[in-house]
């Protein structure tokens, strides 16, 4: 579980997140332009006082080092129960992290915990064309439902990302 002290960090994994993958659809500027204390206040106000009570923001810890994040809630998708439907919103590990377990460490921990939230699915969207993370995820179990959205980088339509759902069955066996 995350901690308030753990805002600045999970905000600089997001940023340095977002330059890699966003790298070929944003312009330079925007990238380098990242507000990274606004996105530590925010995940400061998210860890410290969440929207609802099964939101929950975990890190992978490297000693004392932040080296990953992932977030949990009730799934807001239209067609989705939030009371058995759950979403990871992101799964993220800094890339000097790679292959070193904590994509699956922080996978596990977000399903026992949305397990314990009694959910009995997890969902999550993927850039279409991040076949590495869908790789992993269908690795872990995970597969397509056939649900898909277009994101809107930047609120005027010129710059779009395609979204696919993967999703899980959580119960336990």
């Known amino acids: ?17 977002w330059r890699e993958v966003y790298d070929a659809l944003l312009p330079t500027e925007v990238l380098a332009a990242l507000p990274v204390e606004e996105f530590a206040a925010h995940w400061e106000r998210s860890i410290a006082t969440p929207k609802e009570a099964r939101q929950r923001v975990l890190v992978a810890l490297e000693r004392v080092t932040v080296r990953g994040f992932t977030t949990t809630a009730p799934s807001t998708d239209a067609d989705a129960d939030p009371g058995q439907v ?76 395609n979204q696919i759902r993967l999703h899980t069955d959580i119960r336990a066996t």
Not at 1 to 17: E, P
Not at 144 to 155: F, I, K, N, Q, S
């Open 1 to 17: 579980m995350a901690w308030r002290a753990d805002a600045a960090a999970v905000a600089g994994l997001q940023v340095a997140h």
């Open 86 to 161: 759950a979403e990871v919103g992101e799964l993220v590990v800094h890339p000097s992290a790679y292959r070193r377990g904590h994509g699956s460490r922080l996978l596990h921990a977000a399903v026992d915990t949305l397990r314990s939230d009694k959910f009995t699915r997890a969902t999550t969207w993927v850039t279409s064309t991040n076949d590495a993370v869908r790789r992993f995820l269908t690795d872990q179990g995970w597969s397509p439902d056939g649900a898909y959205r277009e994101l809107d980088l930047d609120g005027d339509g010129v710059v779009t990302v």
